[in-house]
């Protein structure tokens, strides 16, 4: 039973039945076009969001780059710090280091 119901809604939709509904050639084409032109102005207006926002960013970049950065005195060398109670496999300079006479 549910077969047959399934088989005559197919039939009906792709024979463009009752339940199908018809459009008219103009009013196809008239969509079409007022749809392009809905796609092109929003193309156009994200195009011109993407320039302003490439513009904006490049302006705080140069402006945070133009700034400076603050500079700290560097920390005393204190011994602690350098504690080697034994000597590394590759030497005594350390891997990355080299050691201050």
Not at 50 to 77: D, F, R, W
Not at 83 to 92: D, M, Q, T
Request: net charge positive; proline share 7%.
């Amino acid at each position: 039973m549910a077969t047959v119901i399934v088989r005559s809604g197919l039939r009906s939709a792709l024979r463009g039945g009752a339940s199908t509904p018809r459009v008219s050639a103009a009013s196809k084409r008239s969509f079409a076009s007022s749809a392009h032109h809905d796609e092109a102005a929003e193309a156009s207006k994200w195009e011109k969001i993407t320039y302003l926002a490439i513009a904006t960013c490049t302006v705080l970049s140069i402006y945070n780059l133009s700034k400076g950065h603050p500079h700290h005195e560097e920390p005393p060398p204190y011994q602690y710090l350098h504690i080697r109670n034994k000597e590394f496999p590759w030497g005594p300079d350390g891997l990355f280091e080299v050691k201050h006479h």
